[in-house]
């Protein structure tokens, strides 16, 4: 077959530019990478070959092996595992497939240090050899197939591959090392290197010198030592390696489940958010085992997707190896292990949301969002997420609890109060919250989606119901607090009501009703749902998702003690409704929706009845 040249895919272009015209400071880096996917190539071969033992025939006995050549300057990293053909070669080191990835990509900004220290945790780890060769060579022959490809570049663009004849079985990655990277030909260097990042390695890593190897590292799997033995640094390398992320893990958790059934599991809780953590098929990435053998790392019945955001490993010998994912569907076996698994990390994030402090905080800043989907998901484990939840509300600045919420509940209040939206700062100077915050009635700030959906399902937590301070009907009249400073008269019942039945008429059915508030103290109007509605949030959220082509007439509720509402009133008391009234009533309700964060329902009616006023107000 002719050498068939292709260009790289234009996200992994970037990617290389990035990553070859770093100066990123720990460029040993990319040894761990091209070591961790050699053992995952390991691991899977391993698995196939549980039910095809032929395609490890003659070779069964799995190792990475680095060949370094200090007057050649170039280093090798062979492995025998499952290989890669032609299609593998393109897809794998061409293009970047993987969920997310792309997008991450495309986002990366001009630091190029942070960025490169960013790909592994992207599934992109291969390219980081870059940063220390000026060209990589990758033979790869797959276990089961005859032929071996070769891939090659100089990371400029573009790339090449050929057939060739006589590949073993697995891959060997050649790089032609930098003239300021030649230091990693060096024996001593990869001892070092390969000691600190891959020593938790379960498949040998050997130095080949001449004709002797030298294994670098102890080959057992670390999930399998007692804790006494790992250092926190061991620990933190094996998080590298499961995750292929450059963070450090923000908490630990080992430990080895006996009796009924037995399981091993070393999980970690990552410090950064992952990139696809919102991606919507919500996979989670913990590897599982069985007799120290990789299964799969795809299997959605091990942890529930809540919890999606952990890395690591579970080893369990009460599964067959021989085990496929579709027997691992309702695998009541696995059901139980979930079950030990959920329990045993709640536990371990209740110990530290007792701690509190920052860390904890930190955690909820970047995974809260994620783990409250379990309140809505998860029923049976509700109470025990409910006491980590943590919450923006009016009353403290920083983070606080139900708990605390409900113990500074005022006299007389019976729910605990919330608010909805996308912008915390924005929610702070929303029109609804008036009263309460006139009242000192705390209320919480919910800026997540997720919000929406598990606040129904909950329905209260101590018995004290969540209440929308968007919902009509809202009355904080009996609960103890302060009162509005320099509270103004309200305008006359008789003429409020004239006025109500006045915007009623000009506004018809673009409203629900209209109504005087209790709730406002500065605003003129705002919009709330009516009783049975879908919050105001909600409504704003399906039709951003395009799952709603419709708007629910709203509740305008007008502030008796505004002036420009006073005024409105008794003109309307003394003179009827004259020709501009249904220019003011649109004009209010418009203006309503613009604190709610929508545009005016009709923007050039909008311009052109404002200018209208404005003209006879000048006239005047």
């Known amino acids: 077959m ?79 595992g499952i290989g890669m053909n032609h299609d593998d070669l393109v897809a794998n080191l061409g293009t ?52 071996g490809w070769r ?43 390969v000691k600190r990042y891959s020593d938790h390695i379960a498949i040998p890593v050997l130095l080949v010198e001449a004709d002797r190897e030298e294994s670098l590292t102890s080959a057992n799997a670390l999930w399998t030592r007692s804790k006494g033995e790992i250092t926190p640094e061991q620990y933190k390398e094996f998080y590298h390696h499961a995750a292929h992320a450059f963070d450090e893990p923000w908490l630990t958790i080992h430990y080895k489940a006996e009796g009924a059934i037995e399981y091993t599991g070393l999980l970690f809780i990552p410090t950064q958010k992952p990139f696809d953590i919102f991606h919507p098929d919500r996979k989670q990435h913990v590897k599982l085992y069985v007799k120290r053998v990789f299964i799969t790392d795809q299997v959605e019945e091990l942890l529930p997707p809540y919890l999606r955001f952990l890395r690591g490993v579970v080893d369990t010998p009460d599964l067959p190896l021989n085990v496929s994912r579709e027997l691992l569907q309702h695998n009541p076996l696995l059901a139980k292990i979930k079950t030990g698994l959920v329990k045993r990390i709640l536990s371990e994030l209740k110990k530290k949301s007792e701690e509190g402090g920052e860390s904890f905080d930190s955690f909820w800043e970047t995974f809260g969002a994620v783990l409250k989907e379990g309140l809505y998901e998860d029923y049976d484990r509700r109470a025990d997420i409910l006491p980590l939840c943590r919450f923006r509300s009016t009353a403290v600045e920083g983070w606080t609890t139900l708990d605390e919420v409900v113990g500074r509940m005022k006299e007389g209040q019976d729910a605990i109060y919330t608010i909805s939206g996308d912008d915390l700062a924005l929610l702070r100077k929303s029109p609804q919250l008036e009263g309460f915050l006139a009242k000192g009635i705390e209320v919480l700030l919910l800026t997540d989606p997720v919000d929406e959906f598990w606040m129904p399902s909950v329905g209260n937590y101590q018995d004290k119901p969540f209440r929308s301070v968007t919902d009509a009907g809202i009355d904080v009249s009996a609960i103890a607090g302060d009162s509005p400073k320099d509270e103004q008269p309200a305008a006359a019942d008789s003429d409020m009501d004239a006025l109500i039945a006045a915007l009623k008429l000009a506004l018809g059915e673009t409203v629900a009703d209209v109504r005087g508030s209790a709730r406002l ?45 006073k005024g409105l009133a008794g003109r309307v008391k003394a003179a009827g409704t004259g020709a501009d009234i249904e220019d003011i009533a649109h004009l209010l309700l418009d203006q309503a929706r613009i604190v709610e964060g929508e545009p005016p329902a009709d923007p050039s009616a909008f311009a052109r009845r404002m200018a209208a006023v404005m003209e006879r107000g000048f006239a005047a």
């Not at 990123?24 to 033992?53: G, H, K, M």
């Not at 006589?166 to 090392?177: F, K, V």
């Not at 049975?532 to 709203?554: A, N, V």
Request: glycine share 6%; charged share 30%; aromatic share 6%.
């Open 2 to 80: 002719a050498e068939e040249k292709r260009a790289f895919q234009a996200e992994v272009a970037k990617l290389l530019d990035i990553v070859v015209h770093s100066l990123y400071s720990n460029r040993e880096i990319f040894l761990r990478e091209l070591v961790s996917n050699a053992s995952d190539a390991c691991d899977r071969l391993r698995y196939a070959a549980v039910t095809q033992p032929d395609l490890t025939a003659g070779d069964a006995d799995f190792r990475i092996r680095l060949v370094p050549d200090s007057e050649k300057g170039t280093l090798t990293v062979i492995d025998n």
């Open 96 to 147: 970047i497939a993987r969920s997310g990835t792309a997008e991450f990509v495309r986002s990366l900004g001009e630091n190029a240090s942070r960025d490169t220290a960013m790909i592994g945790q992207f599934g992109v780890g291969f390219y980081s050899a870059f940063m220390v060769a000026e060209r990589v060579e990758v033979v790869s022959r797959k276990a089961g197939e005859s032929a």
């Open 151 to 193: 891939w090659e570049s100089a990371g400029d663009g573009e790339f090449t591959v050929t057939e060739v004849a006589d590949a073993p079985r697995g891959t060997s990655i050649r790089l032609t090392l930098r003239e300021d990277a030649r230091n990693f030909a060096d024996p001593g260097e990869l001892r070092r290197v």
């Open 521 to 565: 103290t500065e605003s003129a109007v705002c919009l709330v749902a009516g009783d049975g509605q879908m919050s105001i949030h909600l409504e704003k959220m399906l039709r951003s998702h395009r799952q709603l082509d419709q708007d629910f007439p709203r509740v305008l509720e007008l502030n008796p003690r505004h002036p420009l509402i």
